[in-house]
């Protein structure tokens, strides 16, 4: 059995369907610390001057943690969202494609933040064919903090292999891993090149936007463009 486990972002960029699409098991650990103006509630879509932020207001106290957030619905970020991707991608080719399921995530009646972000890491998923089984840790009572409570999550399952990405590097206990007999594979999180729209020449190619980027740029070819034309299945390198 191989497993991520991630914090749940909202429309995440192209690596977080990379590691996703690795695995058997992908796990959403949405009962962690929330951090505020973080990928937690917030990502960058491409304009013509470069980018911009889609933001979901919140009503954070601290020390709530993500699935404990509740979101501020009297803001109305729901129409400005949409409103932002017709502005920067209604003329993309794929924008009438795939602005539907974008409303309709929009609708759904989410009260916290790991709702509407799983919801939506969901919904890329689907249009991009990556289909593990998926879990959150709030419906479990794993023990411990950082690696041990990873290691608890990957037994639970049955994982043998943890897909990380390379930013987990110096926070894994790589030793608690191995007496666990599970082994660490760090994915390739190279972001995807593609002809982007507002992008006049290579150099003005703006990368780790939110996948929503991709897709409407891409539409039916962005799962190609995010894992390669082979296998589908980028070989990641083990730690």
Not at 13 to 25: E, G, H, L
Not at 145 to 173: M, W
Request: hydrophobic letters at 35%; a negative charge; aromatic letters at 14%.
């Amino acid at each position: 059995m191989k497993i991520a486990i991630q914090q749940p972002y909202y429309l995440p960029s192209p690596w977080y369907f990379i590691k996703m699409a690795q695995v058997d098991c992908f796990v959403f650990l949405n009962d962690v610390q929330f951090e505020k103006n973080d990928w937690q509630h917030r990502n960058r879509i491409r304009n013509a001057n470069g980018f911009q932020w889609l933001s979901i207001p919140n009503f954070y106290s601290f020390p709530q943690k993500i699935n404990e957030v509740q979101i501020d619905f009297g803001a109305q970020w729901q129409h400005d969202h949409l409103h932002s991707l017709e502005a920067c991608y209604g003329a993309t080719k794929f924008y009438k494609q795939y602005i539907p399921l974008f409303a309709e995530l929009f609708c759904v009646p989410c009260s916290t933040i790991d709702r509407i972000n799983m919801d939506s890491v969901i919904l890329l998923a689907e249009i991009l064919g990556i289909k593990p089984e998926i879990f959150k840790t709030s419906d479990y009572n794993f023990k411990g903090t950082g690696s041990e409570r990873l290691v608890n999550i990957c037994k639970h399952f049955r994982a043998k292999t943890y897909f990380a990405d390379p930013y987990e590097q110096g926070f894994l206990d790589k030793e608690l891993f191995e007496k666990a007999g599970i082994e660490i594979r760090l994915i390739d999180n190279t972001p995807p090149v593609y002809t982007q729209h507002w992008a006049k020449t290579p150099q003005d190619f703006i990368p780790d936007l939110s996948t929503v980027d991709l897709i409407f740029n891409c539409g039916p070819a962005s799962r190609t463009v995010l894992l390669g034309d082979s296998s589908n299945n980028p070989n990641p390198e083990t730690l």
